[in-house]
């Protein structure tokens, strides 16, 4: 038998060396495997992962709807600009590059540093340095080539008119969102639909700048064309401006309508304010007092109650009302006591002796006490029915954003209410209301809805805002007699500074002392002026507010009513309105 051969024997270092063998050869298998589940089986998700690590989306705010005025005159647009952006973990000096780019864009560099360092400690990858510049002065920025600072489309709010329509257009926040006049009410169609830009950063947050950028255009908003004429709208500002300039008045207000329409031709107030910087004068208000502002309307107020007995037959323009004195008393013994009219005690703006007057020289007069005699032919509830006709205590519907309904006091257990009521007291009015009221006797003894937009135009085409809502409050015989009542105290009465030359005007003139906080009248007044033309066939209505004229220029014939006369003729003329004295 042969004999078997000896045993090999291993050595430890053999046995190391197949084992590290196996090992790599294991690794491979398994490197390999990886490699292929990574570069093959699961790529596409390994390749969609990445790329949603380095994607940065932004989002493109559209370009807001255009608003026009009704000659296709721009009162509020939309332009390109320019948003700076940094990474601030990227800006290798942040101090230096926040002075640079402020010195540039003329923003404060220490805010924008601020911004900087709060988004060093909150780990951001997106802080602005300066919205909204012109796009050569982004470039400018650029062209400093500082790491970590890039700009983005972004669009802008701009008004051409500036302060002139900014109570009634209003504006937007710096977003582009509206905040306050059309802006807002009107907001959900002029905004449009946003867009996005989607682009690639690296892991450093740095824009990759040979990746693809992906652009989604935003859609722009809705125009609106609106009832305002841009050329009446700055003649009402200015009017405003220079009252207030020379009555020292706190505030003025005008409101002009189409008499027949409800158009809101002007809407302005004073003291303005700069809708780009959202900021005025000594913290001037935005709000739109002529829409949300109530005040008592004074002698305004007797057109309605004169048109509430001329239409209840209780008077005739030629009947005379006897002992007409300088005072008259609604409570017993109020006018031994009582400081003001709230306690049942009148008087007229002058004394006078006591003496018998037609209606139709109590209202060219503006008596109180003719008035309130007047007032008293009228049943209990006869005034109150006539003056929700005429639209008090709601709003008229205004095409707007938080309009006031305005105050009507039905209180039965006030002895002196309905006396107060009937000259302008105890009752509070908007300016808008006010003019809607007196367009009524204008237009025939029809009440018509204001409106401030006419037609929306959009991608689909064009479509015209509904029509107003109208009702008869007066007949058209006591219109045309109110009418002439109205004319009478611009002809001979306290409202001759309302005139304008070559067309009959008729209107009223108001005069209302401001109730203080204690419930007594102060002698700081709101005077105003309410008027129409021509008077035979009204185009226009006018309603000027004035609040706290100097005491000098405290009524509303000497402070409302020179800017009524201004306004008026400009209105006239850009409606084409033929001159009484050439009218065929």
Known sequence: ??????????????????????????????????????????????????????????????????????????????????????????????????????????????????????????????????????????????????????????????????????????????????????????????????????????????????????????????DLVTTLDLSLQFTAYEACRETMERTRAKGCWIVALHAETGEVLAMVGGPGFDPETRSGPDGAPFANFAVRGMYEPGSTQKLITFAAALDTGAITPSMVIGAVGDTIETTPGACKSADDDIHGCFSDFTNHATVDMTVADI?????????????????????????????????????????????????????????????GYNVAVTPLQIAAAYAAIANDGVWVQPRLVSSMVGLRGSSSAPDGVTRQVVSENTAWVMRQLLANVVESGTGMAAMVPGYRVGGKTGTANKLGADGKYLNDTVASFVGMAPIDDPKVVIAVIIDDPAWEYRTGGLSAAPAFSKVMEAALHALGVVPDAFDG
Request: hydrophobic share 40%; proline share 5%.
């Open 1 to 222: 038998m042969a004999a078997r051969p000896a045993a090999r024997r291993v050595s430890a270092a053999q046995l190391r060396l197949w084992l590290l063998g196996f090992v790599l050869v294991v690794s491979w298998v398994g490197l390999g495997y990886r490699l292929f589940q990574v570069q093959v089986v699961q790529a596409e998700e390994f390749q969609a992962g990445g790329l949603t690590q380095r994607l940065e989306t932004k989002t493109l705010a559209p370009d807001r709807g255009t608003i026009f005025d009704r000659n296709g005159d721009p009162i509020a647009m939309t332009i390109e600009t320019e948003s700076i952006w940094v990474v601030p973990r990227q800006l290798v000096d942040p101090v230096y590059t926040a002075q640079s780019i402020a010195s540039l864009t003329g923003r404060d560099w220490q805010v924008g540093y601020n911004a900087i360092l709060r988004g060093i400690e909150n780990g951001s990858r997106f802080v602005y340095l300066a919205r909204q510049v012109d796009p050569v002065v982004a470039q400018k920025v650029m062209d400093l080539g500082f790491l970590g600072v890039a700009t983005i489309p972004e669009a802008k709010r701009v008004y051409p008119s500036g302060s002139v329509s900014a109570h009634v257009v209003g504006m937007v926040d710096i977003d582009g969102n509206g905040i306050e006049g059309l802006e807002v009410a009107y907001d959900e169609i002029l905004a449009g639909t946003p867009g996005q830009m989607v682009f690639e950063e690296d892991p450093a947050g740095n824009i990759i700048p040979q990746a693809s950028r992906e652009v989604v255009p935003a859609v722009p908003g809705t």
């Open 363 to 423: 209202f060219t007069e503006s008596s109180n006490v003719g008035t309130i005699k007047i007032q008293q032919r009228l049943g209990a509830g006869t005034m109150l029915d006539y003056m929700i006709r005429f639209g008090y205590g709601e709003a008229t519907g205004l095409d707007y954003t938080g309009e006031a309904k305005g105050l009507v006091n039905n209180d039965p257990s006030c002895s002196s209410c309905l006396a107060s009521t009937a000259i």
